[in-house]
Nanobody, 127 residues
């Protein structure tokens, strides 16, 4: 069974940090581009960041550039999202997702491309 499981969410004060993890089971991530998305209450799910299969391409939405860093460890079949300088507007459920892209080292944050999704982890930024 193909599965993505997010972890690492929680409650953090403004300015704090969290590291989210996305672990795959049932398949290996090394031929997949991986994205992180978030959905706040009453809002559309939006792309936050993505990383290509080899890690050479990393894209970020403007609102998180310079604060969030995506990385992957294919040996551990896991992708990470390091979130620093968190703001209340970062509060959302965060999802990781994957789509098969074995031949080209690019990625997109367009959610329509993604084939597999995790269940999400809640991130709350509040004092």
């Amino acid at each position: 069974q193909l599965q993505l499981v997010e972890s690492g969410g929680g409650l953090v004060q403004p300015g704090g940090s969290l590291r989210l993890s996305c672990a795959a089971s049932g398949f290996t991530l090394d031929s997949y581009a991986i994205g992180w998305f978030r959905q706040a209450p009453g809002k559309e799910r939006e792309g936050v960041s993505c990383i290509s299969k080899g890690g050479s391409t990393r894209n970020y939405v403007d609102s998180v550039k310079g604060r969030f860093t995506i990385s992957r460890d294919n040996a551990k079949n896991t992708v990470y999202l390091q979130m620093n300088s968190l703001k209340p507007e970062d509060t959302a459920v965060y999802y990781c997702a994957a789509y098969w892209r074995p031949y080209v080292n690019t990625c997109t944050v367009a959610k329509g491309r993604y084939e597999f999704w995790g269940q999400g982890t809640q991130v709350t930024v509040s004092s």
